[in-house]
């Protein structure tokens, strides 16, 4: 049942994510909470619902984008699929290895976002494709730290 | 590993159905999203403010002391340019030049903004049933902002002048030479397909053309920077500072007429 106040959880970080996160833009990039929701959400609930609420954080980060084409909505549950698989092969309940984890999938999302739209034609100067890239990661790496210690204050997450 | 049995593909294949069918329902759960989370939103945004404003308030208080002397000063400075417009009222209709520049335009509050780094975008609380459309220019008192790209009843989505995806006509104020203003992701604007040989120097002002007739002629768009020779070495580009700061819009102004 406990678990389950993990939804709230993620409107909540997507309403800061929409608002107050942009007072906090280091170089301009501001973390990813949505992201870092769903890789928690992989943790804490069965690959079904934790797919659902890959589903769910994607279409909430899309409706806010400028484009007209939801790319989160299938980025978002492919990670969740991956991250599933990994999880299979590899014990992940050790707090340095979830947050090098969350380095990962922000890392492949930050370049798959980057790339889609290279590929659409827009023009993005080097220097600032890594910074979105490099600065972008690291700033939700360290968020995710942060919120995995609020998520284990909460007993929502047990991690060693 | 993944093995290709039949109870994973059909997992499989229901699983690539419900993300499909979610990318193309996108459109109609953007606007049951919007209408769900404007007020949440409009109520975070609204204390987000109040409580910069407590932090704040002492230097706002001298800074509201020192506005207030400046606007003594300004308004003496506005009945002297009254002067100068009467005059130059007179000398257009003289000329039989068109005025270009009466917009009519509404106020609208920013309550969201785009919730990554790749897209420079915002959410407004005006929508279609304040007049709002899709394709709209948006502007601050300092100059271009944006346009609209999605309006819902009671919300619009604005694409700012800094996204790669925008891009607007626009001429050299002092030389009349033309380009084309593209975002960058970054703090400052690109002047792009500008002649080797153009007149473009740093300091000078940039201005929408008004060709394509999808934005106003007229309106300032930044001021030049920097301007460098493109790659290929055939055109130069022109590095613009935009005149609105981005990072702190807080009401913009919608040209609806």
Not at chain 1, 135 to 158: E, F, I, K, P, Q
Not at chain 2, 7 to 32: D, E, G, M
Not at chain 2, 114 to 125: E, G
């Amino acid at each position: 049942m406990k678990k389950w106040f993990f939804i709230p959880f993620i409107i909540l970080s997507g309403l800061l994510q929409l608002t107050v996160l942009d007072s906090w833009r280091i170089f301009q990039v501001k973390p990813d909470l949505l992201l870092v929701s769903m890789v928690w959400a992989c943790f804490i609930f069965n690959f079904r619902q934790a797919f659902l609420l890959s589903i769910f954080c994607a279409v909430l980060k899309d409706t806010f984008l400028p484009w007209p084409f939801g790319i989160n909505t299938i980025l978002f549950p492919l990670w969740c699929f991956l991250i599933f698989k990994l999880r299979k092969q590899l014990t992940l309940d050790y707090a340095p290895l979830q947050i090098a984890l969350i380095f990962i999938v922000t890392l492949m999302q930050n370049i798959a976002t980057g790339l889609m739209l290279i590929l659409m034609g827009y023009t993005i100067a080097a220097g600032i494709f890594l910074r979105i890239v490099g600065v972008g990661s690291l700033y939700t790496t360290l968020t995710g730290a942060l919120s995995l210690w609020v998520l284990m204050r909460m007993n929502l997450l047990r991690s060693e | 590993m993944f093995r290709f049995e039949k109870k994973n593909l059909i997992k499989l294949a229901l699983a690539l159905c419900i993300v499909l069918t979610l990318v193309s329902l996108n459109p109609v759960s953007r606007q049951i999203l919007l209408f769900t989370l404007k007020f949440p939103l409009i109520l975070l945004k609204a204390s987000q403010r109040e409580a910069i404003a407590l932090f704040t308030f002492h230097r706002n208080f001298f800074q509201s002391e020192n506005l207030r002397k400046q606007i003594d000063l300004l308004n003496q400075e506005i009945n002297a340019l009254k002067e100068l417009e009467t005059e130059n009222e007179r000398l257009k209709r003289l000329l039989s030049l068109g005025e270009t520049l009466n917009f009519k335009v509404i106020v609208a509050r920013v309550v969201a903004h785009s919730p990554d780094s790749w897209s420079h975008a915002f959410l407004i609380d005006k929508g279609t049933r304040h007049g709002v459309a899709k394709g709209m220019t948006v502007m601050s008192y300092l100059g271009l902002l944006g346009r609209i790209i999605e309006a819902n009843p009671g919300t619009s989505k604005v694409l700012l002048v800094s996204d790669p995806n925008f891009a607007v006509s626009a001429l050299v104020q002092r030389s009349r030479q033309e380009g084309l203003v593209c975002g960058t992701l970054g703090g400052y604007l690109m002047m792009r397909y500008l002649p080797a040989d153009s007149d473009v120097n740093t300091g000078d002002t940039v201005v929408t053309s008004g060709l394509n007739g999808r934005f106003p002629k007229g309106l300032v768009i930044g001021s030049v920077v920097e301007v460098r020779k493109e790659f290929s070495d055939l055109n130069r580009y022109a590095i613009i500072k935009p005149a609105t700061p981005l990072s702190s819009i807080e009401e913009i102004l919608v040209v609806i007429q």
